[in-house]
């Protein structure tokens, strides 16, 4: 797995530093970039870092290079950039200012390259009694607030990170950008989706990893797979930012692992 980072030093001359994370791939490709693009930084991982643990050891990185940089630019390795995408990011970040008074985290959209449809990016939250609902917030020509947002493509100011720190070290994997994004909601920092999409990006989330359709062990394998829902994590996550549910959350999720038609 690699993990792009990006360290933004001067916006206005764009000057960029790219820390990557090589989580113990086997394929040739850190040596191919060392040897392409001498200039991107390579962090060595053993293999069990997955994303959010990838993207940690990246900001991290960056923080402790003895470097002094205005901000940061998260990006997944399989990301294909559309053209404007960092224009649509600065003015996204003029429009903050202007606003808000204040700089935000701001989520630049992918969509699928066969069928054009929004993969990643910004949701919002519709939040009841016992469960809470995420919902995608689809991009158009101004910036739009969100609650939420995927770290494909997130860039945070440095004024926010000094807030905010880097992403939780409890998650090893999905939940680290939501958690991070809503933290910063919660702390009345705007979360915005920069206008238009900035990329090419495929969905590569399992759509149901409880379904029915699945045999009983599979499910409960699933339940604290690190590529399904991480049990124990997503209980943290709904202890941090919706308190009660976590218990009814538990008991729900035992009973839709245990019993196909729950």
Same mark, same amino acid.
């Given at each position: ?14 000057? @960029? %530093?790219? @820390? ?5 791939? %086997? ?9 392409? !693009? ?10 069990? =870092? ?6 940690? =050891? ?10 002094? $940089? ?13 053209? $404007? !995408?960092?224009?649509?990011? +600065? ?26 449809? +929004? ?15 995420? @919902?995608?917030?689809?991009?158009? %020509?101004? *910036? ?9 493509? =997130? ?41 238009? @999409? ?7 989330? *399992?759509?149901?990893? =409880? ?11 699933? +339940?604290?797979?690190? #590529? ?15 308190? $009660? #549910? ?12 245990? $019993?196909?038609?729950?």
């Amino acid at each position: 797995m690699h993990s792009f980072f990006t360290a933004i030093r001067d916006v206005r001359g764009y000057s @960029f %530093t790219v @820390f990557l994370t090589d989580d113990g791939s %086997t394929d040739g490709t850190s040596d191919s970039i060392k040897r392409l !693009f001498p200039h991107v930084q390579v962090i060595a991982g053993q293999g069990n =870092l997955f994303w959010a643990g990838g993207m940690r =050891l990246a900001w991290n990185k960056a923080l402790h290079s003895g470097l002094s $940089f205005d901000a940061y630019l998260l990006i997944n390795d399989d990301v294909e950039f559309l053209p $404007f !995408f960092w224009e649509s990011i +600065l003015s996204t970040q003029t429009y903050a200012l202007k606003t808000y008074a204040k700089e935000g985290i701001y989520v630049s959209s992918t969509k699928d390259k066969e069928t054009g449809t +929004l993969t990643y990016g910004g949701h919002g939250l519709q939040n009841h009694i016992f469960r809470h609902r995420t @919902f995608p917030v689809e991009p158009c %020509t101004q *910036p739009k607030k969100c609650r939420l947002a995927n770290a494909n493509i =997130l860039f945070v100011p440095r004024t926010v990170a000094d807030q905010l720190g880097v992403l939780d070290a409890r998650f090893t994997h999905s939940l680290a950008d939501f958690d991070y994004t809503l933290t910063a909601s919660q702390r009345g920092i705007p979360v915005l989706v920069t206008p238009g @999409f900035g990329g090419y990006c495929a969905n590569d989330h *399992p759509e149901d990893v =409880l379904s029915a359709s699945l045999s009983r062990a599979q499910r409960i394998q699933n +339940l604290y797979s690190h #590529k399904g829902l991480v049990l124990n994590e997503y209980l943290y996550y709904l202890r941090k930012h919706f308190c $009660f #549910k976590a218990p009814y959350a538990f008991i729900v999720l035992w009973a839709k692992a245990l $019993f196909r038609n729950c």
